[in-house]
């Protein structure tokens, strides 16, 4: 919580100078070019001639990590599903922030995670979208996936999450994963789940392995600022294999200050990324009913 003390003649226009008669105090959105509008906690608002004080800012530009706080996408179940984000009711408050295939929400008592089984045409993972906006809501976003929709993974520096995978891998066919931005419809790099991004340097099927990416890492040159994220998607490896990857992910976040991984003995592969993403994610051009 901040406190704020403003001069109230600082509202003052030379239309109306005395500030007689207020009928309403709004906390302003940014209109319809962001893809994020704000949200406001108030509290303790009152009117007065004795001002508490407020704490001195520096006038040094803020650094990238005094700016952003760690962001948690995913913690416990009830991140697993759309919360509203203003006063006003919604039908889509409690939808399921899933993207593609069969993806499932598993209470834990060391961690609830989010199980997501993929198959051989299609990827599975996260939303992290408005749920419900129209004009029926006036264009505001009434209920959300993650702690805010769209959000720009580049005003953070990592994603890091801990995962653990089954499935039959080679070096073709490894966990990966990837996001998607809303509109325009693009796709990220595709970031394999393995060497400096992970504990070991590879996944395991029984332990959980903490994960840190760079969140330049899936920038591209289509989509060098990573803004307005809708989809993230855990990787299956097509239909030319007969096992596809299942993920169990849990303590999902994005952070300027990431936890450390623990080093491996193999050298690195000399690219973190396999393709460019589809933009649909089906990995055939036929699918099965």
Request: with cysteine.
């Given at each position: ?121 299609a ?19 009434w ?8 959000p ?12 653990r ?10 966990p ?20 400096d ?7 395991s ?11 330049a ?12 994220v ?60």
């Amino acid at each position: 919580w901040r406190r704020v003390v403003i001069p109230v003649a600082e509202f003052a226009t030379e239309e109306w100078p005395n500030l007689d008669g207020v009928k309403d105090m709004y906390f302003r959105t940014c209109g319809t070019a962001y893809s994020v509008s704000p949200r406001y906690h108030v509290r303790d608002l009152y009117l007065t001639d004795d001002p508490p004080s407020v704490e001195a800012h520096s006038t040094e530009p803020p650094t990238q990590a005094s700016l952003n706080a760690d962001t948690y996408i995913y913690q416990t179940v009830n991140d697993g599903y759309a919360q509203l984000t203003t006063s006003n009711e919604s039908e889509k408050e409690g939808t399921p922030c899933t993207a593609g295939r069969t993806v499932n929400y598993i209470v834990d008592a060391s961690g609830d995670y989010i199980d997501i089984k993929t198959d051989k045409w299609a990827s599975g993972g996260y939303r992290m979208d408005c749920m419900d906006k129209g004009s029926h809501t006036g264009w505001q976003c009434w209920a959300s996936c993650s702690p805010f929709a769209n959000p720009d993974f580049m005003d953070w520096g990592y994603l890091t999450f801990e995962v653990r995978v089954s499935g039959v891998f080679d070096d073709v066919c490894k966990p990966s994963i990837s996001i998607t931005k809303r509109w325009p419809s693009y796709g990220s790099n595709v970031v394999a789940l393995e060497g400096d991004y992970i504990d070991g340097g590879t996944t395991s099927d029984t332990d959980w392995r903490r994960v840190v990416i760079p969140v330049a890492e899936f920038a591209t040159e289509e989509w060098p600022n990573l803004d307005g994220v809708k989809d993230m998607y855990f990787r299956t490896c097509g239909t030319a294999y007969s096992v596809s990857p299942r993920y169990h992910v849990r303590d999902l976040y994005l952070t300027d200050d990431p936890p450390s991984v623990e080093s491996y003995s193999a050298a690195p592969s000399e690219s973190p990324t396999l393709a460019p993403l589809m933009d649909d994610i089906l990995l055939a051009t036929h699918r099965k009913i």
